[in-house]
């Protein structure tokens, strides 16, 4: 609900849980009076009136007292009179940089989709406009917030509009910035690098600046967009938190700043280094949105309304809650080293085994061999698969696999036709050699030409073939950034034009296709955020598939990205990525806790391995839909450095795993305690038969056994019933 306090002029947008109200000060300047667990539709301007006045600081508008610097704001601007960092920035028509916004007016709608960029959307979701505007200066700056009210989500997006008749540059747009008054909390990002992404990086916040960015051309392996403050005391179950996650795949920047005075201003949106953008008289310019995310329970309550708004608001609707196939992709079975016998073996005996999806992964195009050429050149190699790609797909087919394909559309290699034939497509600056890595090159996706050519493209590939899967894949950043297509002063505008590029050239395609799944992978998961979920259902979480590896990966990912969103796979042992051995149970164990799938040499197994592989994917199945789309939990363990637990439970099933890094010698388990069961409901085990209360296994916990050596994994599986 939207509801606006005439009197007062707040306004207060509440969700079931969540509140999050604004108000315009007599001045009008917009303030966020309050962000957090519902309180009503009570006058909350005392917020702002009772902040005690601060030395040192600039009067606004004369008023003695009335210090811009000490309230918290909607959508600061710098320096008139707030010295704090802005959320907005421009370079007017007369080279000056102070705007000057105040309240116009606002409206109350559905919620609208943003032009060119991905966005939530719900029948449920109401839209606030505010718009400000500065009169001298011709500028218009919306605010678009909208609640869902059955999720306890607020998104905001900004628009930024030029009345006048010269143009202007924006330096710096973000999507969200939100005053907290208070800085005792801790800064909660998801970090790592190529193989051990997503890691939860916990720490104090302390005064200054901090926070983490992307400067790649993708949201990266190093940082998600994601950003949250956590009270001290936050553990999986208790604690309130605040959080946004930003609707982007491009470079972006989330902040935390702690002024002077011990408030803490949140910020989120597109980097403002290596950008601006030049907007002409007339025009209007769309921020990507942010997702913004309060919880008073702890990680788990944060997670669960992530995961249950990514569903049903974000991610396609043809396969948000469409069980997912059980896949088999040939990389790290093959590599680039097939040929047809082997691609048909490999999928008659995973479908022997019980998978239900081939994925042929790089190496069918062109004479790709190996990593040094033919990215562009997206003809099958009919000499290599012994015929069409129709063939083999038929073939596949008949054996009772379904088909995928890989491709990286947005890769050239330099000794591609495509690039011989359009040497200007890729990004670089003029005289310089551009940079190779893995040798390629990327493709200026700004340039409408490359983006209809990709959509032509894809078109072909999936409208000749029997496609149900793609793995879109994109494993380089952007170096060199430069465009021959873009004037001089608008060379900052291509790493935002490249994603604009991009997300045209995939909802042109999920258009076109929408019953093909899609699972976007960046060498991993080096583009695993909103905007790319807008698109494909799934992500390949890390090219490390090594099992304990992926426990912190998973951990993090699943923080607030929906388990069926990440793709996890059972690998051959010793391990590709780090060489370590892990039984057949924990590797599958693990792997299921996301989108589950193998990808390894099924042709090299012993009929043992084979026999347990197939009785993993029977039992798999009984519980498939329960670790896909059942709710999801971290649970609390002993020693939080050697041990994983997660619980998944739909219906009337609940599926507990747990994870011993490491085995030490003469040490004693401690009970495992389950949260998110019902106290007052019964569980049937279905290892002994026994029953137990819901109240006993969140207070008494389940019994851990010894484990007998390093990477032991153990599971539970337990019916809900309603009397013992
Ligand atoms: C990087 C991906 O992450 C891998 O899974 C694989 O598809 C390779 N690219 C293929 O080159």
């Not at 970090?191 to 916990?202: F, K, P, T």
């Amino acid at each position: 609900m939207i509801h606006f306090q005439k009197k007062t002029q707040q306004f207060d947008l509440i969700s079931e849980n969540s509140q999050l109200s604004l108000g315009v000060l007599p001045s009008g300047h917009l303030a966020t009076y309050y962000y957090g667990e519902k309180v009503g539709t009570v006058d909350l301007s005392y917020v702002v009136k009772e902040i005690k006045r601060a030395s040192y600081m600039a009067d606004t508008d004369c008023i003695k007292d009335f210090k811009l610097e000490q309230i918290p704001l909607a959508y600061p601007a710098y320096g008139n009179p707030d010295m704090r960092t802005p959320a907005v920035q421009l370079i007017l028509a007369d080279g000056t940089r102070i705007t000057n916004l105040r309240y116009l007016d606002h409206r109350i709608s559905e919620k609208q989709l943003i032009p060119g960029l991905p966005s939530c959307q719900h029948e449920t979701a109401e839209m606030l406009t505010i718009r400000l505007v500065d009169q001298e200066n011709k500028l218009r700056v919306s605010l678009l917030i909208s609640v869902f009210p059955q999720h306890d989500v607020f998104t905001q997006n900004i628009q930024i509009e030029n009345l006048g008749s010269t143009p202007i540059t924006i330096d710096r747009c973000m999507s969200g910035s939100l005053d907290f008054l208070s800085d005792k909390y801790d800064l909660l990002t998801l970090g790592g690098a190529w193989g051990r992404e997503a890691h939860q990086n916990r720490r104090r916040l302390v005064q200054g600046f901090q926070g983490v960015d992307s400067k790649r051309g993708a949201s990266g392996h190093g940082q998600n967009p994601f950003i949250a403050l956590l009270d001290q005391e936050v553990d999986e179950n208790h604690g309130t938190i605040y959080s946004m996650n930003l609707v982007y795949s491009g470079n972006f920047l989330a902040l935390a700043d702690v002024d002077m005075h011990q408030n803490t201003r949140l910020q989120i949106g597109i980097n403002p280094f290596e950008f601006s953008w030049k907007l002409d008289a007339k025009e209007i310019f769309h921020t990507p949105e942010v997702v913004m995310v309060e919880a008073q329970q702890g990680l788990n309550q944060l997670s669960a309304r992530y995961h249950k708004f990514y569903t049903e608001c974000l991610i396609p609707k043809n396969f948000a809650k469409k069980t997912r196939p059980i896949l088999m992709n040939n990389w790290e079975a093959t590599y680039f080293d097939f040929d047809k016998e082997t691609i048909l073996a490999l999928a008659a005996e995973g479908k022997k085994l019980g998978m239900e999806l081939f994925v042929l992964d790089d190496g069918w195009f062109g004479q790709r061999n190996d990593d040094t050429s033919s990215l562009g050149d997206w003809q099958p190699n009919v000499e290599k698969l012994g015929g069409t790609l129709e063939q083999l797909i038929a073939t596949i087919n008949q054996i009772g696999m379904a088909f995928g394909l890989w491709i990286k559309p947005e890769m050239v290699s330099p000794n591609s036709r495509l690039y011989q034939k359009h040497p200007d497509w890729i990004i670089r600056v003029t005289n310089q050699e551009p940079q190779q890595v893995r040798h390629q090159y990327v493709l200026d996706l700004s340039r409408k030409e490359v983006q209809d050519y990709l959509i032509a493209t894809l078109t072909n590939l999936l409208t000749e073939n029997n496609i149900s899967y793609i793995k879109w894949d994109m494993n380089r950043n952007i170096t060199d950034s430069g465009s021959s297509s873009l004037e001089r002063e608008q060379q900052k505008e291509l790493a935002h034009r490249y994603i604009l590029g991009l997300y045209r050239v995939l909802d042109e395609i999920t258009k076109r296709f929408p019953d093909v799944l899609l699972e976007s992978c960046a060498g991993g998961g080096g583009r695993f955020d909103p905007g790319m979920l807008a698109y494909s259902p799934q992500i390949w979480t890390s090219d490390d598939t090594d099992a304990i590896e992926r426990l912190e990966i998973q951990k993090g990912a699943a923080l607030i990205y929906p388990q069926a969103s990440m793709s996890c796979h059972v690998s051959a042992v010793p391990n590709h990525q780090v060489g370590r051995i892990t039984t057949l149970k924990t590797r599958g164990m693990v792997a299921q806790q996301g989108n589950f799938g193998y990808e390894f040499n099924l042709l090299e197994l012993s009929e043992k391995e084979k026999a347990d592989i197939q009785q993993q994917i029977t039992e798999y199945k009984t519980i498939r839909e329960t670790m896909q789309f059942g709710e999801f939990r971290q649970l609390q363990v002993y020693d939080n450095r050697n041990e994983y637990a997660w619980l998944q439970q739909k219906n009337d099933q609940v599926i507990v795993s747990h994870v011993f890094v490491q085995a030490h010698g003469n040490t004693v388990p401690k009970r495992l305690k389950l949260s998110g069961v019902q106290p007052d409901r019964y569980y049937l085990s279905a290892d002994d038969g026994k029953m137990i209360s819901g109240r006993e296994l969140m207070n008494i916990g389940l019994s851990l056994p010894v484990p007998t050596h390093d990477y032991f994994a153990t599971r539970w599986c337990f019916t809900q019933v309603s009397d013992r």
